[in-house]
């Protein structure tokens, strides 16, 4: 058995945050984003965007070293959830409904838990809250101990759309644009919320209830004895422009250490009726789920198999056992220790978060491999939601005069025909294809030493702005540390550019 979670202590105590105003658009990208590579002519795509199509003649590199081989928990499909039922199992299948929802895979040592969905009600008269269960069960004869490292997890109305500029320092954290661009901040600082402890124990044979949280589609507060008042307004809709529905969006990681194996699974389940509305979910009722559910549906669209043709190529929702967390490496020129600074008035890009048949013409795929996955989910983890890039630039000014050099995170179109060179467009598209805050950690030309959280807003084609500008003396030699998250709901890829000016 499991005590109370922690997750669910919190609604238990403080009423759910109150709702943006309905003069601020609410999250951006509650809809789905359907992850599709362009078709192979750029006809459709230019004449939905009207910006000149600007291209810059330069080096694109890809980005040295590779993912680490910490297994990731992955549940991100199906992103909408419409029903009851298993949204991701490592269970055994022996004695489930459904052997077909369970992957068979034990977490042991370091490994993350990462979760993304949305719900949408379907009429004014579909107001039952649905909730998110992450359970856990310990196989072994022995208690096993699982340590919490950082762990946060968001709803839309818990981190609404500012709708400021798409530059802004965020050192006090209150800068962020929907649930992922929140939780990768917080994850990014190291933080763990208050309603997680540092560690727990499972005895041997037994399940504990990690999380059981909500998924409203109306405001909502919580009694002090679990149950959820009827009656409460419904959250406002969408608008048209964004799909029209009154929707909410969830996301969560931790990342966490196990002296033991793990099985995990994250389900979905409409609130359990009560006498005076609704209540929430016990750890019996969820493991009910587990035994008897299976998959949630309706099930995402069907992904193309790495090195088709198709076209489009849906690359799918991942819902899976992805292997690699963080991506640590020194940006260096080839057989150096150091990265010497392009030529006045030319810049260096590195990519970020290449998927298959979008590499800025590199060749290189970052997407984390699937070590477990559902035969109609994505076949790598594109995007690589929830994974750190932890990039330090030893920069070298090899020149006998000062040069003045700047970093900026570029979103470029997706052009895999074009080697060594990147299309912008102005003025940039609408639609927004990054948002989430970086880390920039260097010393400034005064000597101090500085740590900048920027939060970016990018839209598709934006060249971006300089967000880090340092003079290099002659022979001088200074490192930049470039650290984020790759946040749920963004759209791979993006670069990381080096310019030095003219």
Known sequence: M?????????????????????????EQALPPIELTAPAESSTRTVAQNPGQVIPQIQEVRPLPGELDDVPVFNSNSPEIIA?????????????????SAHLDYAFEGRFDIFAHHVVQAQSDNDT??????????????????????????????????????????????????????????????????????????????????????????????????????????LLPPLPSSLGGNRSNARS?????????????????????????????????????VLANGRLATPRDRAPSRPGQTANPFIYGRVAGVSRGSRWQTNLTDRRSSKLAIPAPGQQISYVISTVDRNTFGTGQVQSAPMLRRYNDTAYRAHGNYGTEYALTLPLHNPTD?????????????????????????????????????????????????????????QRRGQSGPPLVTLTLEPNEERSVEVQFLYPPDATPPQVLTLTTQD
Do not use: C
């Open 401 to 457: 005069r000062p040069q003045t050099v700047a970093l900026s995170v570029q979103t470029p179109l997706q052009n895999e025909n074009i080697r060594n060179a990147l299309t912008f467009l102005n003025p940039h598209d609408s639609r927004i294809f990054f948002r989430g805050t970086v880390l920039f950690l260097y010393r400034n030309d005064r000597g101090e030493r500085r740590a900048d959280y920027i939060h970016l807003v």
């Open 83 to 99: 029903t009851e039922g298993i949204l991701l199992s490592t269970f055994p299948s022996g004695d489930k409904a459904d052997p």
């Open 252 to 288: 969560t990681l931790m990342r966490l250490s196990s002296d033991g194996p793990l099985y995990v699974a994250s389900l979905a389940m409409f609130a359990p009726r009560a006498n005076d509305g609704e209540r929430v979910p016990s750890l019996e009722e969820w493991l009910q």
């Open 128 to 233: 039952r809250t649905r909730y998110l269960g992450i359970v856990l069960h310990n196989p072994s004869r022995r208690a096993v101990k699982l340590s919490f490292r950082e762990a946060a997890s968001y709803l839309s109305q818990e981190a609404p759309w500012h709708g400021r500029n798409d530059v802004e320092f965020n050192l006090a954290s209150n800068q962020f644009s929907g649930p992922g661009s929140r939780l990768m901040n917080e994850i990014l600082r190291d933080r763990r919320q208050s309603f997680w402890p540092n560690e727990i124990t499972i005895p041997p044979q037994e399940s504990y209830l990690l999380m059981n949280a909500p998924l409203p589609v109306r405001r909502l507060s919580v009694a002090t004895d679990g149950t959820l008042p009827a009656g409460s307004s």
């Open 2 to 26: 499991s005590p109370l979670p922690f997750f669910l202590a919190l609604y238990s105590l403080a009423t759910f945050p109150p709702l943006i105003p309905t003069n601020q658009p609410p």
